[in-house]
């Protein structure tokens, strides 16, 4: 006989667990103190020793499984945001990129055990904060994550990482929330406190150094009820990124034009993959973050404390990007074959084409160079928020927030494109242990020919909003009961909005005429383009500045109409309640509760009528989530502490999963949005023991699993669009999400420990297996059998030790991942591979107020990789370079 579980039964399911829990702890004995426990109290310990020993407190008095940052651990460290900080933590995975753009050499984007970013909450002082994004994919792709490339480190007062949920928790964080807080005017020790660093920032691929600068001062009058603190940040980097590029794996059976007559004469190319565009990418940006949080406490009387803060950060992202690709692509379309190949398996990883052109007229090209600028990028997030803390009687506390945030994504993308005379050309690839080796005769000299519209262009602005206006009360009662000493109830309601516009850009007829190309600038790709890659790379490539593309642009385009078929307004009314009890059994704590979560979805996108004409159409769905959570913590032995989480959580889907369009014009494929998708919903189970078996120092292993109800992955279909290249509607091979099934389980075992004279190490290590269960129809997992989940890597670790004295101080990590699925792009799966860091830092005190600093990150200059479906097709290799930081800093 099959038993339904009911949301409510669950949640009275795990209240009576919780009981029997409670009933059995009864019967163990208190445990004995030890002296050593009542010294350390007295024991007064500054630096990174202080920072471990807090962290290591607040983990072990939690009531569910956490983990915690101070701001000392990031001061110790070369973290430039708060993610650096975080990819230290077990369980905790960072990825320098946003969606699949590769990586710029700074983390971005924070996920959890193994699952996507946007199954993870970030809040900033426990509310939730907009962010917006600077590249063109990420924009469109409208992400729930936070991009943390806009969180400076200087913000941090501290971090705690949920990974097991409970009741007074924002809901939205289905694999657990990261809550970052800022420091508080009325937290400080002295009426006046400043604070504030000047240094630079050298990043050896770019070969320039720009500076880093922030600021905080405090002030508390003689009462300590009235404080204002003020903080900014002015932080600029250039960075340099040499690549080597496969944007198009694909087969001739899929190609058009004369691949038919390609095929018959080269059977053995039937169903086999070939790089239909290899480029050599050069990459260039001027990223600018600046910004700052302003708050003011109040302690109006000895009940009641009024807190107001604003926060705004911005980061400018002028960006270049130049390609130049070698497209066998152009040769097959127009019934040329090969002269010769290799194959293995179902990769052609070798081809080259005849150097003389075999029809005529030759209307065909071996390469075409991309010259991409986008001025005036940018992404930003703000918020202001007013907190309320109020104690009504010596049983009674309320507390509540009242905010909004918003978070604004822009960029201005123009693109100059030259294609090249047929001149033959071939590649080798060599899987990922170097970069292919590529040539197309004559690319170091500017030529235009082969196709009768060799120059051409494109242009568009892509702009979102992304705001929530929020609200919520949050009461904690005392009670009179031994076993449940205190409860906490509350209630929040939010309204998220999420609005993409998207304005096409229009070439001139002129503007496509050889003669106004912007010629008289002509240069070179830099002369070191490539060292730092091996393999045979096409390197000394012609190309053309960005502010000469700029001045074309801006005599031949002109921004006109919207596409409408690209844009789409999501309105997202939540309301949500719950009620939790703390639980004390002596050796047994913790907490048990329901959330009640209530969601609207109004998805509007803009559907095709007849040619040209398109008519607004919203989808409205309600759901309903009803989330238990359990958290037990026991006290096994004297440094003993075991725990246990039971929970279900959600999280919303992305923003661009359900509305977002995004279309490739020459290789007629795409994505669009499902307004019908599910919340990710998961029911999760952990254990976890910590062995706090000397001061500074803690063993813990810890086992969860996942199961994950209606997570999202991309099924298949085709659909007809304007293409805004060809002008004119063409079929297109696109992928929607769509829910489906998955689970995950791992392990996670983590080591820290001060072994004297100064000295510490630690060293963690997370195991996480996944895959999707369900197998829906024209899905990669069904058709092809590949049910891997998006930011799963098997196995990650962190290494790291540090030395500490009254006036040195220095500390050293190495952090490793493995493969894992980052996403789906221009019709195929890109994983990126495995990939390890080393960052460092020194850090000597002058006096007891100033100290000089030098760090690094990136010290290995670490090879980003990436592949298809497997590592014979390789998609990118990316190199950054390394960042080396130095500065002063002074607090007073």
């Not at 910004?291 to 002028?318: C, H, Q, W």
């Not at 991309?370 to 907190?387: C, E, H, Q, T």
């Not at 383009?529 to 000394?540: A, H, I, M, T, V």
Request: net charge negative.
């Amino acid at each position: 006989m099959k038993c339904k579980h009911t949301p409510v039964a669950s949640a009275v399911a795990l209240m009576l667990m919780s009981v029997a829990w409670v009933a059995h702890a009864q019967q163990a004995p208190e445990p004995e103190k030890k002296e050593a426990d009542a010294k350390l109290q007295t024991v007064t310990v500054t630096g990174i020793r202080a920072s471990v020993q807090q962290s290591i407190t607040q983990k072990r008095n939690a009531d569910g499984v956490v983990e915690v940052i101070t701001a000392e651990d990031v001061g110790k460290m070369p973290d430039k945001n708060v993610a650096d900080s975080l990819q230290r933590l077990p369980g905790v995975y960072t990825a320098t990129a946003g969606g699949t753009e590769g990586g710029f050499g700074e983390n971005d984007r924070v996920s959890l055990r193994g699952t996507p970013a946007a199954m993870t909450l970030t809040t900033l002082n426990g509310h939730t904060v907009s962010s917006g994004d600077w590249y063109a994919e990420n924009i469109t792709g409208g992400g729930r994550s936070v991009s943390y490339s806009l969180l400076p480190s200087e913000l941090i007062g501290r971090v705690t990482v949920y990974k097991s949920s409970q009741a007074d928790l924002v809901e939205g964080g289905a694999t657990g929330t990261v809550d970052i807080e800022t420091r508080t005017p009325l937290s400080f020790k002295e009426r006046v406190s400043t604070m504030a660093s000047v240094g630079g920032v050298y990043s050896d691929l770019s070969g320039k150094t720009d500076p880093q600068l922030s600021a905080l001062i405090n002030w508390k009058n003689e009462e300590g009820n009235l404080g204002i603190m003020a903080q900014a940040f002015y932080q600029k980097r250039q960075i340099r990124r040499d690549g080597q590029e496969f944007l198009w794996w694909d087969t001739i059976n899929n190609l058009w034009g004369g691949n038919t007559a390609v095929l018959a004469a080269n059977p053995e190319l039937d169903g086999k993959y070939i790089s239909l565009l290899t480029g050599s990418a050069l990459f260039q940006q001027e990223r600018v973050r600046k910004g700052g949080l302003i708050a003011a406490e109040l302690k109006a009387t000895n009940d009641l404390t009024v807190g107001v803060s604003g926060f705004y950060s911005r980061l400018d992202a002028d960006n270049f990007n130049a390609n130049y690709m070698y497209a066998p692509v152009n040769a097959i379309t127009n019934g040329i074959s090969p002269s010769a190949y290799t194959i293995e398996g179902n990769t052609v990883t070798s081809i080259a084409f005849p150097g003389t052109c075999p029809i005529a007229p030759c209307n065909v090209s071996s390469g075409v160079q991309d010259i991409a600028v986008r001025p005036g990028s940018y992404s930003d997030s703000k918020f202001f928020n007013l907190d309320l803390k109020y104690r009504a009687s010596d049983k009674l506390s309320i507390s509540s927030k009242l905010g909004t945030t918003q978070g604004t994504g822009k960029t201005k993308d123009i693109g100059f494109e030259v294609w090249s005379p047929y001149v033959g050309g071939s590649y080798a690839t060599h899987g990922l242990s170097k970069t292919a080796d590529v040539s197309v005769p004559g690319s170091d000299t500017f030529s235009i020919g082969g196709l009768s519209d060799a120059v051409g262009g494109w242009a568009s602005i892509v702009t979102a909003k992304d705001k929530e206006h929020y609200g919520q009360v949050d009461a904690s009662y005392q009670t009179d009961l031994e076993i449940v000493p205190s409860i906490k109830f509350g209630a929040r309601v939010a309204r998220h909005e999420r609005d993409l516009t998207k304005v096409d850009g229009t070439l001139a007829a002129a503007g496509t005429d050889p003669a106004n190309a912007p010629l008289d600038q002509l240069t070179h790709f830099p002369g070191d383009f490539g060292d730092s890659l091996s393999g045979g790379l096409l390197k000394g490539m012609w190309t053309i500045p960005g502010e000469a593309i700029t001045s074309w642009a801006n005599r031949y385009v002109t921004f006109g109409g919207h596409s409408y078929q690209s844009e789409f307004k999501i309105k997202e009314p939540v309301a949500a309640a719950y009620a939790m009890a703390n639980l004390d059994f002596g050796r047994i704590q913790g907490n048990v509760g329901l959330r009640v979560v209530h969601t609207k979805e109004e998805v509007t996108n803009n559907q095709l009528v007849t040619a040209g004409v398109y008519t607004p159409v919203t989808t409205k769905n309600n759901y309903d989530d009803y989330l238990p959570s359990l958290n037990l913590r026991a006290d096994l032995a004297q440094d003993v502490v075991g725990r246990f989480a039971l929970s279900r959580t959600m999280a919303r889907p992305e923003f661009g999963q359900l509305g977002g369009l995004s279309l490739l014009d020459i290789q007629h494929t795409g994505s669009g949005g499902n307004p019908n998708l599910k919340p990710i919903r998961s029911n999760n189970v952990e254990f976890s023991t910590e062995w706090y078996f000397a001061p500074k120092s803690m063993l813990s292993a810890g086992a969860y699993y996942q199961d994950l109800r209606s997570y999202v992955t991309f099924g298949s279909f085709e659909a007809v669009f304007y293409n805004q290249s060809e002008q004119q509607y063409t079929t297109y091979a696109m992928s929607a999400p769509v829910n489906t099934t998955g689970k995950v389980k791992g392990l996670e075992l983590a080591y820290q420990q001060a072994i004297g004279g100064g000295f510490g190490v630690m060293a963690n290590y997370t195991y996480a297996d996944g895959e999707e269960t369900g197998r829906v129809p024209n899905s990669a997992c069904a058709d092809t059998g590949n049910c891997d989940l998006v930011g799963l890597s098997k196995n990650s670790y962190n290494l790291g030790a540090y030395y500490e004295n009254d006036t040195f101080s220095a500390r050293v990590t190495y952090n490793y991942r493995s493969s894992f699925l980052n996403g789906v792009n221009r019709k195929s799966a890109i994983y990126q591979d495995s990939v390890g860091t080393l960052a460092a830092s020194v850090q000597y005190n002058l006096t007891k107020n100033i100290s000089l600093s030098l760090e690094g990150t990136n010290l290995n200059d670490p090879l980003l990789k990436s592949y298809a479906s497997t590592p014979d097709q390789p998609r990118a290799f990316y190199k950054n370079g390394r960042q080396i930081y130095f500065g002063l800093r002074a607090q007073m």
